[in-house]
């Protein structure tokens, strides 16, 4: 990922990375989902929420109750 970005949240479910995509997004914070999920076997691999380094103490506030 490019500077200024910093992961905030890492999944295996594609249904936990749209929740918290649209946490942030309903905030106005700005998100790159990188999925990296086997396009085969969708039990491979994990998808990664970033924000900009700016907001990514809020989006860990934001994200607390969805992180496991």
């Known amino acids: ?3 200024g ?7 295996t479910h ?3 990375a749209e929740i918290a ?4 997004e309903d ?4 998100v790159v989902v990188v999925n990296q999920k086997d396009t085969a076997y969708k039990v ?5 929420i970033y924000v900009q380094d700016e907001n990514a103490e809020q989006a ?3 994200l607390k109750n969805i992180k496991h």
């Not at 970005?5 to 999944?11: G, I, L, N, S």
């Not at 905030?27 to 700005?30: D, H, P, Q, Y």
């Not at 491979?44 to 990664?48: A, D, K, L, V």
């Open 44 to 48: 491979f691999g994990e998808i990664h």
């Open 27 to 30: 905030e106005g914070i700005s």
């Open 21 to 24: 995509k649209e946490i942030l």
């Open 60 to 62: 860990d506030k934001l």
């Open 1 to 3: 990922m490019e500077k």
């Open 5 to 11: 970005w910093k992961e905030v949240f890492m999944t």
């Open 14 to 16: 594609e249904y936990k």
